[in-house]
């Protein structure tokens, strides 16, 4: 793998004061994404220390005080406990997934006060994407790849604006009942500065310890937010070339070398979706994404039966 250029924007956003969120809504993204990078064929499955430490931060969230946190914060939190319940097991030891379960129906909203919130992209995005009034949507496969490689725990959707490509991904929230919501809430961009397959990438990410802040929430990813070398499939680890992401190893012509089917063409040669097709297209698309969501939620509800009330 060559690697594209590793290099983020510099974007100057007024850093909003709030308290800080607890820390160990933090630990529960890091460990749930950790194990979920390891999972698939041919590559080493996490240490059995991964998922101890997933048990020992849900314990943490079963002891919570709930009411204590704001709606954003239980959204991202549920949104990891699931990403572990859908996730991989660790080498000689399983994940805690009645655990998990349990956790995210707690952590769980009324689906009235999900509806309220409704599923229009949190603007902070678009000083990174740029003005979504200049967005141009791709005509893409349905679900994406990146749909499922998240469990279906968020709904992406590629875009281009001017010279920048993104593709960026809306968090999907399961209501007490276990009933499926796509939110405002987006928890990941993944950027390519220019329209050339070789142009430099940038990954975002919500900023978990800022979750009651009103703005500026996400933040560009450093290779020590990433697994170690030896573990994970990501584009994006500590084992690449210093400086350059493995954009290319999904999307560029050795795609095929690294066991990657051709269903993920590069962005730039997708078709882009006339402004008259977009609302459909993409209700089709987010639609095949709850449709995988409420597969997971039916199998978490046999571990953790849904709540008859929640604030």
């Known amino acids: 793998m060559r690697g594209v250029t590793y290099r983020c924007p510099h974007v100057v956003a007024p850093r909003s004061r709030c308290s800080p969120s607890p820390k160990w809504i933090a630990e529960l993204t890091r460990v749930a994404h950790?194990?979920?990078t390891t999972q698939g064929p041919g590559y080493e499955k996490a240490p059995a220390s991964y998922c101890a430490w997933a048990g020992r931060i849900l314990a943490k969230a079963?002891?919570?005080q709930v009411s204590s946190l704001t709606?954003?914060?239980r959204i991202v939190a549920q949104t990891a406990a699931m990403k572990l319940f859908a996730g991989p097991d660790c080498h000689r030891q399983r994940l805690p997934r009645k655990a998990?379960?349990?956790v995210a129906i707690r952590l769980a909203l009324s689906a009235r006060v999900l509806r309220a919130m409704g599923s229009t992209p949190a603007p902070g995005i678009d000083r990174w994407i740029?003005?979504?009034a200049a967005w141009i949507d791709k005509r893409t496969r349905i679900p994406l790849h990146h749909d499922s490689e998240e469990g279906f725990v968020k709904a992406f959707r590629p875009v281009q604006s001017g010279?920048?490509?993104a593709i960026f991904g809306q968090v999907v929230a399961f209501d007490s009942s276990w009933g499926v919501h796509l939110t405002p809430i987006v928890s990941r961009i993944e950027l390519r500065m220019g329209t050339e397959p070789g142009a430099s990438a940038c990954v975002l990410a919500l900023d978990t310890s800022r979750l009651r802040c009103a703005s500026d929430l996400m933040r560009p990813l450093s290779l020590a937010d990433t697994p170690p070398a030896k573990l994970g499939r990501g584009f994006l680890r500590r084992s690449h070339i210093r400086?350059?992401?493995?954009c290319d190893m999904c999307h560029g012509p050795n795609a095929a070398k690294n066991g990657v089917s051709k269903q993920h063409p590069f962005f730039g040669d997708l078709p882009v979706l006339p402004t008259a097709d977009v609302a459909?297209?993409?209700k089709l698309r987010f639609d095949a994404v709850l449709k995988g969501a409420k597969n997971t939620a039916a199998r978490a509800a046999k571990l953790a039966p849904a709540r008859v009330t929640t604030p």
């Open 100 to 102: 998990a379960a349990s």
């Open 62 to 64: 079963a002891k919570a």
């Open 130 to 132: 740029g003005p979504r």
């Open 280 to 282: 459909a297209h993409l």
């Open 243 to 246: 400086g350059r992401a493995g």
């Open 71 to 73: 709606n954003v914060e």
């Open 34 to 36: 950790m194990i979920a």
């Open 163 to 165: 010279n920048r490509r």
